[in-house]
């Protein structure tokens, strides 16, 4: 079975420009998490999805930061402008219907880097 | 709002000692608690889960609710134990939220 799949892996960017990461999740996963992890720090949840709908968006940074998940499937998280501070590793996860909340299945991450 | 803390950022231990990572939380409900490791150049996945009650790669976790504290335990390291590990707690009553603490690296030396 194929896991959670993330792309790019790396990104390198100039502050200010656009940058976008996107999500595949596990098969028949209907729940789909983005995370931000910093350097030294454990994951923090941005926004979570019940198939096509965000259902918890409040620690998303709506100034610069939007994501959608059209048709409820693959998905995908947006930054514009990038700042230094958005420099981090961004976590896609998944989980299935009917399991508890807290078992999750995690992509290899997007690595971003803000020069 | 829940926490869960993690007070050692890195552990070093040798390999064949014991390994106690310890891990606090607050939160005032019926917490669910879990043990996520993450190996060199692996993603982070799932160890065990409270509720199960089981000692996955010989690591166990008791909940202690009277000191809020989800400790995971091995015996004897080894040394393929070297990772990343974070405790996480689910609450369903806090809009269904995965919180994880800050983590700490595991190193077992020969």
């Known amino acids: 079975e194929a896991g959670v799949v993330q792309s790019p892996r790396y990104k390198i960017i100039e502050k200010k420009q656009p940058v976008a990461f996107w999500c595949n999740p596990i098969?028949?996963?209907?729940?789909l998490y983005w995370y931000l992890q910093n350097l030294g720090q454990g994951p923090e949840l941005l926004i979570r999805?019940?198939?096509?709908?965000?259902?918890?968006d409040s620690q998303l940074p709506k100034d610069r930061f939007s994501a959608e998940r059209l048709k409820g499937v693959d998905s995908t998280l947006k930054i514009q402008p990038a700042e230094l501070g958005d420099s981090a590793v961004y976590l896609c996860?998944?989980?299935?219907?009917?399991?508890?909340?807290?078992?999750?299945?995690f992509g290899e991450g997007s690595r971003l880097t803000v020069l | 709002a829940q926490r869960v803390t993690q007070p050692e950022k890195l552990l070093s231990v040798f390999k064949g000692a014991p390994v106690e990572l310890k891990c606090n939380y607050s939160?005032?409900?019926?917490?669910?608690l879990f043990w996520y490791v993450q190996y060199s150049r692996q993603r982070l996945q799932l160890l065990l889960r409270?509720?199960s009650r089981e000692s996955i790669k010989g690591f166990t976790a008791d909940l202690n609710k009277g000191e809020t504290s989800f400790h995971l335990k091995k015996p004897f390291a080894q040394e393929e134990d070297s990772a990343m590990y974070y405790c996480?707690?689910?609450?369903?009553?806090?809009?269904?939220?995965?919180?994880f603490g800050g983590g700490t690296r595991v190193l077992v030396k020969p």
């Open positions: 996860a998944s989980s299935p219907a009917g399991t508890t909340g807290g078992e999750l299945f």
């Open positions: 999805y019940e198939n096509e709908e965000a259902v918890d």
């Open positions: 996480a707690l689910y609450a369903q009553a806090a809009g269904n939220k995965l919180t």
């Open positions: 939160y005032s409900g019926s917490p669910e």
């Open positions: 409270h509720i």
């Open positions: 098969s028949g996963h209907n729940t």
